[in-house]
């Protein structure tokens, strides 16, 4: 599988080597050119940008997943904030680092890894893990995202596992 990761924004390069290496163990990961932030995702009242507009942007890039990474705070409807977004129709994901910390927070290299890992698991057809130890596990708080590990558990490695197979090259 091809990984490419797609910054919007400032992003710095350790954050993105460490998502990069924890999405080794699925193919190859590029890293694409920045883009600046969609001014069109911004959502003034409640300063914070929408997840959704960034997927028209990851269109153009190569790849068989693309996950866009920001430093803005995002938010989807019904959510006050998110960590990252994907849906599990296409092959895009996002995740925003505004919440993880500063990055020399011991824990932020993990906490990007485990966001980067989860929505590439959505990607894959998988969605939520009440098992509160795998990776797929819903991240409300910081807390959470600390708790779980940084990969699928046996059940979620079975579920993707015909996904990932057919894109293995
Ligand atoms: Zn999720
Ligand atoms: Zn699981």
């Known amino acids: 599988m091809k990984i490419t990761l797609k910054p919007f924004g400032p992003v710095d ?3 993105l080597e460490h998502i990069a290496k924890a999405l080794r163990p699925f193919g ?4 694409a050119p920045p883009a600046p932030v969609p001014a069109s995702a911004f959502v003034p009242k409640r300063n914070q940008y929408r997840a959704s507009p960034f997927f028209p942007l990851c269109q153009e890039e190569p790849g068989d997943r693309v996950l866009a990474v920001t430093p803005v ?3 989807e409807d ?8 994907a849906t599990m129709q296409d092959r ?3 995740i925003s680092t505004a919440r993880l910390g500063p990055p020399a927070t011991p824990a932020y290299g993990d906490r990007v890894a ?3 890992v989860h929505e590439i698991g959505h990607t894959l057809g998988l969605d939520h893990d009440p098992n509160p130890a795998c990776v797929m596990h819903f991240s409300s ?3 959470d995202t600390d708790r779980k590990g ?3 558990c046996a059940t979620c490695t079975k579920a993707a596992g015909l996904t990932v197979r057919r894109l293995r090259k």
């Open 150 to 152: 940084l990969a699928f």
């Open 13 to 15: 390069p350790a954050t």
């Open 92 to 94: 895009y994901g996002i």
């Open 114 to 116: 485990k966001e980067a």
């Open 28 to 31: 190859e990961v590029a890293v």
């Open 141 to 143: 708080r910081l807390e």
């Open 73 to 75: 705070d995002l938010f």
């Open 78 to 85: 019904g959510l006050n904030f998110v960590f990252g977004y």
